[in-house]
């Protein structure tokens, strides 16, 4: 259930455009005892969250039992939990703005019932904290459920930078003032990403230059000659560099001088597969089928975009780096597949790669070209740009590229 609370009356909502109300108990935001004692009776055993628009002092509230949860310095939400009842509790008038990540949009108690009603589960904290209980919620209980935490790992994994392209290629002197930067971006990439790779249910053991598999794990690579600079991460002294499954899928030719991969699974099952692809597969469906709401324009964006990062805190309620590792190495590999492929048919490079988004810079000259026979004439750059869109695999779907338009600014 979803409540809101002022000084006269308890609002519970429990959808869009439904509320109903009864009297706020004389006493209830003086005393959080009493507070949460009263949500906690007419919620049961399960989850409420509760939007209290007046500020509470919580002394006093783990004497009566309830425990509380971490709570970031200037964030409006709290955590209490007691006898297998959770509420989660915003006080909008303690939320201090670039503080914490806290959403304002989501101190709304619509809003939050409104994420209850798709997603199935309660908003709390952050959209990436929310998509984070989505998913644990999704596993529980089920077979199919990996490990979440890694704490006793980490210091076995070896050493993966975190996968960002970023470059700029003056080489090419592919911009000046006289020509026009063109912006693409890779729709919903960490969505795709998580809903195309495999990954490990357990723990990852080092496997020697020899492993059994290479659909998921770390690889450590000696890439052959010729390549860019740029499409290998951070190469050491000795030429090699660690990779994922998806950068290494590019280079079969390869030289493997170690890996990490999976432990076989605890059934006797393989020890990966795309554990997150239904999850993301329904996420993007709520989105396509709710593009009015308004939390599908910023919010779950945010949540699977915030849910990558979050794999990579200790204190987190799902801490798999490598998994965070797997799904920007895919990301990676799929702009580097696209880069390479412009540079094939058209001897350009982009003028810049941050993270999802590639900028090309219109060429001045296309010899390579010809008019296509049959056609009006057109210009070199309408040529190159029809090409560059092409094998950039430009799409309406999840995980094609999308023309952002021209970008004014230098690189």
Known sequence: ????????????????????????????????????????????????????????????????????????????????????????????????????????????????????????????????????????????????????????????????????????????????????????????????????????????????????????????????????????????RQGTSWVCQATLERYPEAVIVDSWTPAASLNGLPGHRRILRQWAEDWRDMMADNPESVLAERIWKDAYAQLVGLMNVQSGQIFRPDWRNMIIDHVRASIARRVLKVYVRTGHWPIRINHDAVYYATPVDLRAYTRPEGTETITPAEVWFAVTQENLGVGPHIGNMRYEGIDRGKP
């Open 1 to 236: 259930m979803i409540y809101e609370v002022d000084r006269q009356h308890t609002w519970v909502i429990p959808g869009p455009g439904m509320a109903s109300r009864w009297p706020t108990p004389a006493g209830a935001l003086a005393d959080p005892r009493f507070l949460l004692s009263t949500i906690a009776y007419r919620t049961g055993d399960g989850e409420a969250t509760v939007v209290l628009q007046a500020p509470v002092n919580w002394s006093g509230v783990e004497e009566c039992g309830w425990i509380a949860g971490k709570v970031e310095e200037g964030s409006a939400w709290r955590s209490f939990e007691k006898d297998g009842t959770r509420v989660n509790v915003c006080t909008p008038s303690e939320y201090r703005a670039g503080v914490t990540s806290d959403n304002p949009i989501m101190h709304d108690p619509y809003s939050l019932a409104s994420w209850l009603e798709h997603t199935g589960t309660h908003y709390y904290a952050t959209p990436g904290v929310g998509a984070v209980a989505n998913i644990r919620h999704r596993f529980d209980g089920s077979e199919a459920q990996p490990r979440w935490r890694l704490i006793d790992q980490t210091h076995m994994l070896p050493w993966v930078p975190p996968g960002r392209i970023e470059m700029l290629d003056w080489k090419t002197r592919g911009w000046h003032p006289n020509r026009i930067s063109h912006k693409w971006d890779l729709r919903a990439a960490f969505l795709a990403a998580m809903a195309a790779v495999e990954l490990p249910f357990r723990q990852l053991v080092n496997t020697g230059p020899t492993p059994e598999t290479r659909k998921c794990g770390y690889y450590r690579i000696r890439a052959p000659e010729g390549q860019p600079g740029w499409v290998l991460p951070h190469p050491d």
